[in-house]
C-alpha cells in the first residue's frame, strides 16, 4: 500500500526566512511525487513535480529514494505563499496504478 | 474558460436527503475523479473514471454512486445522506490514467449536511 505522511499539520515562519515543508512517503515501486497547493478559496493546484526537477515560485523538491522524502523547499519565504500544501504520490502500479494518496497537508503561513 | 468546473459550489441540505454534484472537464482528458476533503482536509480519493469506465472505487458507501455519461461528465449522487457526508467534493481530471498524467482540480463543492 501507498502512504505519504506531512509530520507538521502547521508551519509559521517569517517573511524572508527559509521554509522547508517536510513529506515521507511509503511505496514499493519506483514513486511519482507531486506537490500541490491550496491557497485561501482557491482550487487545487500543482505546483511542482519530482520528475521535471523545476523551481516554481522559488520552490524545489528533492527525491530522496534513500530516506524516502521528497520534502518542499524555499529559502526565502514570502507572505503570498501562505497556503495549505499536499505531498502527493501516484501509483505506478498493480491495484494502485493511477491512484493519487495524498499526505495530510500543512497549512503554511508566512508572517510579515 | 475554466478547465474543471463544479455545480453547486455550495449545497446545504438535510440528513436523509438524495442530492447530486455534477463536474464537467473541457480539456479532453479521458480519465476522472472524486476526491473527498474532510473536516480536517485530509484529501482521499472516492472515484476514478475512465472512458467512462470505472477503474478505481475506494472503500466508499454505496450511497455513492458516480455516473459518468461520457468523457467530458463525472456526476456524484449521493443517496440518504448522513451528517458524516458533510466535506469538500473535489473533481479532477487528467489526460490519461497513472504515470506521467497531472490531475487537474475544480473548485469543490462543500457539502453541509444538517
Known amino acids: 500500500a501507498q502512504r505519504v505522511t506531512q509530520p507538521e499539520k502547521l508551519l509559521s515562519v517569517f517573511k524572508g526566512a527559509p521554509v522547508e515543508l517536510k513529506c515521507n512517503y511509503s511505496y514499493s515501486g519506483s514513486p511519482e511525487l507531486f506537490w500541490y497547493v491550496q491557497y485561501s478559496r482557491q482550487r487545487l493546484q500543482l505546483l511542482l513535480r519530482h520528475i521535471s526537477r523545476e523551481s516554481i515560485k522559488g520552490f524545489t523538491a528533492d527525491l530522496n529514494k534513500g530516506e524516502t522524502s521528497f520534502h518542499l523547499k524555499k529559502p526565502f519565504a514570502q507572505e503570498e505563499d501562505s497556503a495549505m500544501y499536499y505531498c502527493a504520490l501516484l501509483g505506478a502500479g498493480g491495484t494502485s496504478y493511477g491512484k493519487l494518496t495524498f499526505g495530510q497537508g500543512t497549512i503554511l503561513t508566512v508572517h510579515p | 474558460d475554466t478547465a474543471v468546473s463544479q455545480t453547486p459550489k455550495y449545497l446545504v441540505t438535510q440528513m436523509g436527503n438524495d442530492k447530486s454534484i455534477k463536474c464537467e472537464q473541457n480539456?479532453?482528458?479521458?480519465?476522472m475523479y472524486w476526491y473527498k476533503q474532510d473536516s480536517k482536509k485530509f484529501l482521499k480519493i472516492m472515484f476514478s473514471y475512465n472512458n467512462k469506465e470505472l477503474i478505481i472505487n475506494e472503500t466508499v458507501p454505496n450511497r455513492f454512486s458516480p455516473k459518468s455519461p461520457d468523457k467530458a461528465h463525472l456526476n456524484l449522487h449521493i443517496n440518504s445522506l448522513e451528517l458524516g457526508d458533510s466535506a469538500v467534493y473535489f473533481c479532477?481530471?487528467?489526460?490519461?490514467?497513472?504515470?506521467?498524467?497531472?490531475?487537474?482540480f475544480g473548485p469543490g463543492t462543500r457539502l453541509t449536511v444538517t
Open positions: 479532477a481530471s487528467s489526460k490519461a490514467r497513472g504515470v506521467p498524467y497531472e490531475q487537474y
Open positions: 480539456l479532453g482528458h479521458d480519465t
